[in-house]
Each structure stands twice: as C-alpha cells, then as structure tokens.
C-alpha cells in the first residue's frame, strides 16, 4: 500500500507553489487517511467505490470545475490506481490538465499520461501540440516534465513529432545542465525505439562538445546517448576515442575524488557508471593509433588490474569490480599487449574461486573469450583443475561457462584429460546442454586424436552414455574415419562388435555397427567369438526393435555378408523373404532387390557389392555445426550488450543465459558477415582442413549443393566422367566400386534400391556437385550417383549465380498469415520469404520450455547491414533471444535461438520485427512467431471417471467452447484424431467414451505463474451428415479460445 508521506511527499526540486498547493489538497489528504485506516479490504474496496462514483459525477460536468478541483480529483484517481483498482474513465480530464497554464496542473496531467496511458493509446494524439509547447517553453521545469512524458510514454506518434524539438533542447548552449542530461536521455529512448526519426549526422558535433563538459553528470548522459548511436552505426564516431581515453584516465587518477567532488563519488569510486560507459564505448574501435595515447590507456588499465582488490564493503565491490571487469573486457579487445593480458588472467584466476556466484560467472565468461589468444594460453592451464570443478556447480550457467572455456583451451598436452573429465561430467549433465557437449567431445576427440583408434573409443562410449543425443553427422564422421584409414578398420570392427553384445544397445550403434560390420566384418571373422554367422545374429537380434531406416541399412549389410561368406545365404534369405511382403514400401524393395541379387553370378555380385572406397578429405560437418552455432550465438560483440539505462526497453527476464557455449568475439569483428570462416580459435577449422573449393578446370561445374555431401563441403566440384566409365549394364556398385548409369537412360525408371539408397548411407557420399553425367531428372539414378560420387544433388534455394531484382520487396500480409498457418501442426519449415530473406524455423518444446531457432537467410549478392531483431513483449511469456551479428553476409546466413518459458494460458502468438538496412534504405518486417499454446501442451492419461469428473468443472462460458460444423474436405475421425495428438499433443483417450465414433483428449500446459492448465476435448461424428460437434473446456478462457481457433482451422469446412 502506497502511504501518504511516500507518495505525496514535497519534493525540494519543485516549485514552492507547487509544493503549498499540494500539500493544501485536504480532501486528497483526507480520502489517503480513510483508506489508511480501513480495516478489511472489503471496507477499502467500498471507500473505493465511494469516492469513483463522486469523481465521475463531477466529471460529468468537467467544464464547471476549477483548476484546483480537476487536480484533486486526478490525484486521487492515480492514487487508486497505483493501488491497483482499474481506472476506465476520466483520462480526457487528467490529460486536459497538461494544456494547464500552472506547473502543478501540468504536474498531474504529465503523471497520469505516464500512469494511465500506453504508447498505442489513441488519446496521446491529442497532446501533441501541448507537449511540443512545453518542450518549446522558457520554463526549465516545464521542460522537465514534457521530457520525462515522452521519454517514458513513447510511441511512434511522439517520436515522428517531438524528435526534433527533443535534439534542439540539449544543442542549446542556454539550457541548464538538468535539461540537457533529460533531453539526451530522452532522445536515447526514441532512438533506440524508432531509429528512423533520429539523424546522427545532425547532432554528432554537439555530443562531441558535450563530452568536455565539466558537469559530470552531463558527460555520464551524454555517453549513454553515444553508447545507443554507436550500436547501430559506428562510423564517424572515431573522433569521440581520444576524449574517451583522456576521461577514463582522469577518472581513474589516485586525485580523481578531489577534483570531480563527493557528489561523484561512489563508496570511495568516483564515477563507476561514467568509466564502464567509457571503457565500452572504447570497444566500438580498434586500439588507438597515437603510441602516447595507447601507452597512457594501457598505464591506467594495468592500474586498475593491480589496485582493484576484494572488500568488505559489497557497494564498493560492485563499483570496482564493474570497472575491473570492463577493463578486461577491453584488454582482450586490444590484444596486443601480452603483459596486460597477463595481468588480466591473474586477477580471473582470484575470481574463479570466489564463493560469490556471479563472480565465478564472470570469471569464466573473461577466461573463454580469451582462450583463443595464444600468448596466455599456458597460464589458463594452471587453473584447469578449478574450471573442471566448475562443470559441478549448482548454477547451470556456470556449468555452461566452464565447458564453453574447457572446450577453448583444450589442445594437445591435456585433450584427453578433459574429454575424459567432460564425458564423466555428460551422464549428470543439464538435459538442455547435453547435445552441445556431445558435439563438443566428439570435435575435441576428432581433432587432438593422437592414436585414432582413442577417437573411436570417445564416439562409441558417447553413444552408449548419451545415444539419443549424438546426431547422424557424428557416426557419419566415424565411418569416414574409419573407411579412410585401413589400420583402424579391424581395430573398429572388433570394438563396434563388443558394444553390441552389451545390453543395452542404442540404436545409433545399431547404425554404426551394421555399417562397419558389413564394411569390415571380415577383418575380425576368424576370431571364434565374431564368426560370420555370430555377427550376423548380433546385428539380427536388434532389428526387430530398431526403426525403419535403420532396419533398411541392416539389409544392406546383410546383402554384403552374402557377398562375403555364401554359407549365409540361406539364413540372409529367409529374412529378405519374410520383408519382401511389408508393408513398408522401402523395406519391401530392398528385400526383394536384395533377394534377386542373391542368384545372380558370383562375380556379378562382387562387382556390385565391391567395398567403399576411400572418402574424399572434406571438412567435417560437426564443425560446419559448431561453426553454425557460433555464428548464431556469436561472442556478445560490445554493440549487442544492452545498456544499463536500456532496462525499461527490453523484457525483463530472470531465465538462465541462453549463449549455450558461443564465444563472446572480439569486438574487432564487428560488422562483418557472419558466413565466412571465423579465425578465432573456437571458430576456427578445428581439422586443420581447408573448406575452400579446390581450383577445377574448365572442364568441371561447380555447384553449392547443401545436401549432396553431409560430410561437409560448401563448394564442391565433379568433373565429367570419361566415356569409359559409362557402363552399360543397369547393376551399379550399391556400395561403392561401380560406374554410374549412363545419362541417356530414359525417364520413369525410378523407385529401385539401386536408385534410392538408404539416406543414412546415402549421408556418407563419396564426393558431390553436379556431374555432367549425372542422371536425366526423373530417372531415379541421383541417390546412387549422388552415393558413388558422381553428384545428382539438389541445388540449394538459395543457390544459382542470377541476378538479384532490381527492387525486391517484402512480402504481403496475405502471403504472411498463410506461411504462418502452416505451423498450427508442425515446428520445422519456412516461416517468410520476400525478395530480401526467407526465414526458416525450428523449434523445440518440453513441458514449460521452448526453444525456437529462427534462420535468417539472405537472398541477395549484396549483404544487408544492421540486421536487428526484436521480439514483442508480452505478459504470457519470458524470453531471452541469443546475441547475433549485425551484418547478413550476401548470400549468407544468420541463427538467432530464442529460449522461452510460458507463464500464463494466450490467445496471441508473439509477433517478432526484423530491420535491415538495403542500399541506404530501412527495411522492416514482421510477422508472427508460430508460438501456440498447443506447443507447450502434454497429454494426459487418465480413467473415464477422473476425466469426465474434471469435464464438469468448466461448463461454463468462457471456459467453455461447443460448436457443430461441416467437416473439411477429406477430413474424417482418423484425421481429426491425428490432428489432436500428433499436431496439438493430446492424449486421445481409449474407452473413455462410450460411443466408439467420438473421440475424447485430454492435455495440460504447465504454466510457470499460473499453474497447471488442464485441457479437455471431445469431438462427436455424424459420418451421415459429414459433420463434428466440438467441445472445449480448459480451466482458462484464452487457452479455450485458443483451441478453438486451432482445431477449427483444421476441421472445419471453409465458410462460403
């Protein structure tokens, strides 16, 4: 509760009739004791009620009150309010008191407009002119007000008009030091909101001027403006760098106190915020070029490093070490003094043991985004063992820091200490991180694998202690590995087969073991304990409990144990005869093909079932993955922190940091595009393998073909074969050796295994590009091409060499909602494209959480700069978006990874705004994140009578939705049951109605503010009358209606 002596208290900065008049209000003073003194809330509720109905009865005949009484009655409306009662009514009297002629009347209008008002409220129209008035005022304090109302109201209305006048108070040499800190502060806030109305050009010699000023408090507003300019554009601040360097070492003086004043001085610091603004903005550009300069900046950094120490006092200790930490941060952006860094790794190296949380954060965050720096490498390693401590911690974002610098200062004297220390760490590890530290071990283990036969080792004990995380590209690696070196074959095989014998198995090692197996089987078959026939029946034993594909590459090893030892035959035989007839129509062909195959000559079949030959040396998808997530979650560049005074413009969240393991860059990168190879250490070509196409004659094509190698490559080039390759026989080597069809092969031949090989094999592709003898389109021959080297990939959609458009657009708002409805159902897919981008999304739910990666990638041969994002704030959500870069290389592409967590049940998906900038020209786009409240649901399983005894709870509108409809076309029970647990998450109860031609769902969402969400759905059928009448009850309204619009859309017929 608000009292009396806080909320109205005489403010000594105000106006002295002010004060008297509202200190004079007796019946103000009277209604806050009544309310002070009321002893239930009922009795508050009812004084409440009380005195709104005398204040809209005055209000119905405003123009007969005075002045005075407008302003009481005003007061006690914001009063109530911050109170929390709803005030609908009397806004047009309390902002009529802004065109007052008084500051106290002006005083009340301006607070309302801030209290009661949102920046989209039609009514701030209205005002325009009344606060352009103020602004133009010779009354300092007037200005005052009309500042703080714009700055803190907004919108683009304000912003469109009162920007200019805005810029002109702090250019003024008259103003007062009081107006110039507001007025740079306020433009700060519409620039950061609405760019376009704000030309830096205009005012850049002014802020320059102001930064001399001898009113510190002036310099402080000052830079925060220049922090906000900066990080959209840095160009043609590089003159603000030396009076940036001569204030931080004024600051920094042991004297500084006595000359600035105790006013700015801070628990014995003088000025903390001023120097963290400073040294930041010192980030923005390379290390100054003036040695006298370098040298007095590097004097004060050491300085800071060598005096800073812990004390009691924790006010003092957030001033320092907010300066300490600042200064290291600008230490790893100078890099070139290796004294400095030194310096700066002692002082982390006191911070990783401290007890306090954020102090070991911040440690280990400085340690990581130096551990690419060669210089100071060795020194990391003297606190290994405390970082490996660190994977421990309770805080999750501590354990993420500690792997993240893990992985950066690993190399070859103490690699397999740590992927040891991080696989003993991964059965205990945080499940939303568990599939990056796979990544991370199985490149660690790849890269700094002094015997490869250790490297396989890693990959096998990765699948068997965290299978459902180790992606394809990983065992897609090991069998390039291994098929490309012969020693490590046998070694490979023999291991592969033990882990299959140990219970249980993971599919994965069904995949990795049925390939190595059929590959190198017969290098282990004269052991008595892996006989041909016993690997046959430990691959058998877990193909009745793998999935599909992996049963159709187990077929494929089969067939090359036939090859091999002909005593199988029969065995091999019965089980492509027992397939020929699935159901599965893959299955099926590779059974039957398989079985025919069987009686065909002996030579023949060595011809076709030759072993793989050795890959081509590409670079490694798991780094092409590794170097995809830093450039989605790029080292936090200096322009992409948000400022302190930043705070009332992004969403407040308290969720953990979401830079699952990016390294925060060096600011030097900045502006550049995000496609091209890092040269950082954690970014760099962790293979030591050139990803640059080879140089072809003229004879090759070229093509960028994303899918035809998953092994790596960005560019990839086939010559065309020689005539004598061609073979003229239909009976290519599936598995590597043979020649590939000849280009004149009619169409229409699709749909054999020879034309479309498993996708897991087909992963494993020998080489890639377009070959000129490539199979006609349609012919069915590009999987086995694509297998045998010879190309037949798809083209990228991003792909070709044409010209971009002359004016390209961005897409219609019809073209928009129709994209977006495609994700009802589904998380993966195309979410926008227009002539500048197409925006692709994955997303990821589990209970409370999501995780949605938006891909940004650009259609153009020209990069677009300032790319920029911003998501909608909203009260049903808590969000954190992931740094990203600023510059969309051409033909590039950017990730942005958005972690959420649901609070309470909506309606509306959040809408998400891109900005760019293409030849000087301000592109916006928004569009709406495919974000439903089915995403977080999860079904529920329970009886007919919990469900039906829940049911009755919400009969009621609006917890209630009923309504009878034509079915879509095509749409019947079947499809209605699919839509309600493959495509929103239900659980369809079995015998829980008792009429088998309806269906019943019941779900939850568990809210994080709101609790758990129940959802129940029944859906009756009349096949006669091709028509469903849905029931939803929820415990919420919008999650009813929400349902609503998501099932109807999906069942109901069109309405004519």
Not at 165 to 171: I, S, T, W, Y
Not at 486 to 506: G, R
Not at 542 to 552: G, N
Request: hydrophobic share 40%.
């Amino acid at each position: 509760r608000v009292r009396d002596s806080q909320f109205f208290a005489p403010v000594s900065w105000l106006p002295a009739s002010s004060q008297q008049s509202q200190m004079a209000m007796r019946g103000l003073t009277l209604f806050i004791s009544d309310i002070r003194n009321c002893p239930n809330k009922e009795n508050e509720r009812k004084r409440i009620d009380k005195e709104m109905a005398k204040i809209r009865k005055c209000f119905k005949d405003a123009i007969k009150l005075s002045p005075y009484q407008k302003k009481k009655y005003v007061w006690k409306m914001l009063y109530m309010f911050v109170l929390g009662y709803e005030i609908d009514f009397g806004h047009m009297e309390a902002l009529s008191l802004i065109s007052g002629v008084t500051w106290a009347e002006k005083q009340v209008g301006y607070l309302a407009c801030a209290l009661l008002l949102n920046e989209n409220h039609e009514f701030l129209r209205l005002i325009i002119n009344s606060v352009k008035n103020d602004l133009l005022s010779q009354n300092e304090d007037i200005q005052c007000l009309a500042l703080a109302a714009v700055a803190n109201v907004g919108g683009k209305e304000f912003a469109e008009s009162l920007t200019s006048d805005v810029e002109r108070l702090f250019q003024s040499t008259a103003a007062r030091t009081y107006v110039k800190k507001k007025s740079c502060l306020c433009l700060l806030r519409l620039y950061r909101k609405y760019p376009d109305f704000c030309n830096p050009d205009n005012i850049r010699e002014r802020l320059l001027v102001l930064l001399d000023d001898r009113n510190l408090g002036v310099v402080t507003s000052t830079c925060s403006l220049l922090l906000g300019l900066m990080a959209m554009n840095t160009k043609g601040w590089e003159v603000a760098v030396p009076k940036c360097c001569k204030l931080v070492s004024k600051l920094a003086h042991p004297n500084a106190a006595r000359e600035v004043g105790q006013e700015y001085v801070y628990h014995h610091v003088v000025c903390p915020w001023l120097q963290v603004k400073l040294l930041r903005m010192l980030q923005y550009f390379p290390p100054p070029e003036d040695p006298d300069l370098m040298r007095r900046l590097c004097e004060v950094l050491s300085r800071i490093f060598s005096d800073t120490h812990t004390q009691k006092d924790v006010n003092k200790n957030n001033a320092l070490h907010a300066v300490l930490f600042e200064c290291i941060n600008l230490a790893i952006h100078i890099e070139i003094d290796s004294d400095l860094l030194s310096q700066a790794v002692t002082v982390l190296g006191r911070f990783i043991l401290s007890r306090e949380a954020n102090y070991r954060y911040l440690a280990l965050d400085c340690m990581q985004r130096m551990s690419g720096l060669p210089d100071i490498s060795e020194q990391f390693k003297r606190h290994q063992a405390t970082i490996i401590g660190a994977l421990k911690d309770k805080d999750v974002s501590i354990r993420r820091r500690a792997l993240d610098l893990l992985y950066g200062m690993c190399d070859t004297s103490n690699s397999q200490e740590i992927v040891q220390e991080l696989l003993n760490y991964l059965t205990g590890s945080d499940f939303t991180i568990r599939e990056e530290l796979v990544l991370r071990v199985a490149i660690l283990a790849e890269k700094f694998a002094a015997d490869p036969s250790w490297y396989v080792d890693v990959i096998l004990q990765l699948i068997s202690l965290a299978g459902d995380h180790v992606s394809d590209d990983i065992w897609f690696r090991v069998v390039q590995i291994v098929t490309n070196n012969e020693d490590l074959q046998k070694y490979a095989a023999e291991t592969v087969f033990k882990a299959l014998q140990k219970e249980p198995v993971h599919e994965t090692m069904v995949k990795i073991g049925g390939y190595l197996l059929g590959e190198f089987g017969h290098h282990i078959d004269e052991e008595p304990e892996s006989t041909p026939m016993h690997q046959f029946q430990v691959l058998h034993s877990k193909f009745v409990t793998v999935s599909l594909p992996t049963k159709a590459l187990l077929l494929s090893a089969y067939i090359k144990f036939v090859n091999l030892y002909p005593d199988l035959r029969i065995q091999v035989s019965s089980v492509f005869e027992s397939y020929s007839t699935t159901i599965d129509s893959e299955l099926q062909q590779r059974a039957t093909e398989y079985m025919s195959l069987t009686g065909v000559p002996a030579d023949v079949m060595a011809a076709v079932l030759d072993s793989m030959p050795v890959f081509p040396e590409r670079q490694s998808l798991l780094l092409k993955r590794m170097r995809e997530q830093q450039a989605a979650q790029k080292a936090r560049a200096v322009r992409d922190q948000p400022d302190e005074d930043d705070a009332d413009d992004e969403p407040k969240t308290d969720m953990v940091d979401l830079d699952m393991g990016a390294a925060k860059g060096a600011p030097a990168q900045r502006g550049t595009s995000n496609t091209g190879a890092s040269s950082s250490a954690a970014g760099g070509d962790l293979l030591g393998i050139d990803s640059s196409p080879p140089a072809t004659s003229a004879a090759t094509t070229s093509s960028f073909n994303p899918l035809d190698d998953l092994l790596g490559g960005d560019t990839v080039t086939s010559s065309a074969p020689p005539a004598s390759t061609v073979s003229s026989g239909g009976m290519d080597d599936i598995f590597g050796g043979g020649a590939p069809a000849p280009a004149t092969k009619p169409a229409g031949g699709g749909g054999s295994l020879m034309d479309d090989l498993d996708s897991d094999l087909a992963g494993l592709s020998m080489g890639g590009g377009l070959s000129t003898g490539a199979a006609v389109p349609g012919s069915g021959m590009g999987g086995l091409l694509d297998m045998l080297g010879g190309g037949g990939g798809m083209s990228s959609g991003l792909g070709g060499s044409g010209e971009d458009p002359e004016d390209p657009q961005v897409a219609s708002p019809e073209t928009v909602k129709e994209m977006f409805k495609n994700f009802a159902l589904r998380n993966d897919g195309p979410l926008y494209e227009d002539g500048f981008v197409q925006i692709n999304v994955h997303s990821e739910f589990q209970l409370s959480r999501g995780f949605v990666t938006l891909s940004f990638n650009n259609k153009l041969h020209v990069p677009l700069d300032n790319f920029r994002t911003h998501m909608q704030p909203v009260p049903y959500l808590r969000y954190q978006l992931a740094p990203m870069g600023t510059t969309l290389g051409a033909r590039g592409s950017l990730q942005q990874g958005v972690q959420m967590e649901i609070l309470e049940p909506f309606l509306e998906s959040p809408s998400f705004k891109l900005t760019f900038t293409h030849n000087g020209k301000t592109i916006n786009v928004t569009f709406k994140l495919p974000i439903h409240i089915s995403k977080f649901m999860q079904g529920v399983q329970c009886s007919a009578q919990e469900f039906f005894a829940v049911w009755k709870q919400y009969q009621t509108p609006p917890l209630e939705f009923t309504s009878v409809f034509k079915c879509a076309p095509r749409v019947g029970l079947p499809e209605a049951q699919t839509v309600l647990s493959a495509g929103l998450n239900f659980n369809v109860l079995q015998g829980v109605d008792p009429n088998p031609s309806n269906l019943v769902a019941a779900g939850k969402v568990a809210c994080l503010a709101a609790g758990e969400l129940f959802c129940l759905v029944r859906i009756e059928s009349n096949p006669a009358q091709a028509a469903f009448r849905l029931t939803i009850r929820t415990s919420s309204g919008p999650a009813t209606a929400s349902l609503k619009n998501l099932l109807m859309a999906q069942l109901a017929a069109p309405q004519a």
